[in-house]
């Protein structure tokens, strides 16, 4: 599946990006612009354009995730997971009992929401094995920009150093029978990523769509 991230919250902008015939549109509340207040129009602009509206929420808190999914998202991606712990806290944060302890109530809520966690650290790729053994996670989603930096390496995906990390989730969610989702932000990387065994890859950003079109135009018009 192939997937958008928005960080400009304006039902135009969402719209467009949903009508492009992307599977799923994130919407960014950790680093974007959006905030809950945003989501009910926002998660509906993206469900009547034929995507499903995912939010990658702020911080692996009960609050955040029960509000995102409680405002119309149909799964969250949740930052910042170091541990099978953490992992086992948000899986009952998304589920309602008996399999966890989500409050009832959401106007917008569906019933079986997807849950994510993000793999974003050294630290994470150590813990991913117990990670994906807790029962409720769906799947991995990567951030290569972080774990990168975790690394000390260079984002890209051909350097060695994040290679070999990015080698080890794949395997490790192959071996459980869990997608892997990740970052791309161009068709090229996302079909090496794709090629590589990842299912749900974020193919294109908003604000930077915007960046690199008006780039390229622009350098067409002077040239």
């Not at 354009?49 to 405002?71: V, Y």
């Not at 890209?156 to 869990?178: F, I, M, S, T, Y």
């Amino acid at each position: 599946m192939y997937g958008g991230w928005v960080s400009i919250p304006h039902l135009l902008s969402v719209r467009a990006l949903a009508t492009a015939g992307l599977d799923y549109v994130v919407i960014d509340l950790q680093h974007g612009g959006a905030v809950e207040s945003d989501l009910p129009a926002l998660t509906t602009a993206i469900r009547l354009a034929g995507a499903a509206p995912i939010g990658r929420i702020r911080f692996a808190h009960p609050a955040d995730i029960g509000r995102s999914l409680d405002l119309g998202c149909e799964g969250v991606i949740v930052p910042n997971v170091e541990s099978a712990e953490q992992a086992r806290a948000i899986v009952g944060a998304c589920r309602y009992p008996p399999d966890g302890y989500r409050s009832a109530g959401g106007v917008l809520a569906v019933d079986d929401p997807l849950c994510l966690v993000m793999v974003e650290s050294a630290a994470a790729v150590t813990e991913l094995p117990a990670t994906l053994a807790v029962p409720g996670i769906d799947g991995i989603y990567v951030g290569p920009r972080d774990l990168s930096l975790s690394l000390g390496c260079a984002l890209d995906p051909h350097d060695p150093v994040l290679r070999k990390e990015l080698e080890k989730v794949w395997a490790q969610c192959a071996a459980a029978g869990k997608p892997v989702g990740v970052h791309a932000m161009d068709g090229v990387t996302a079909r090496l990523y794709r090629d590589n065994g990842c299912r749900l890859v974020t193919t294109i950003a908003d604000a930077l769509a915007l960046t690199r079109g008006a780039a390229a135009a622009l350098a067409a018009a002077r040239g």
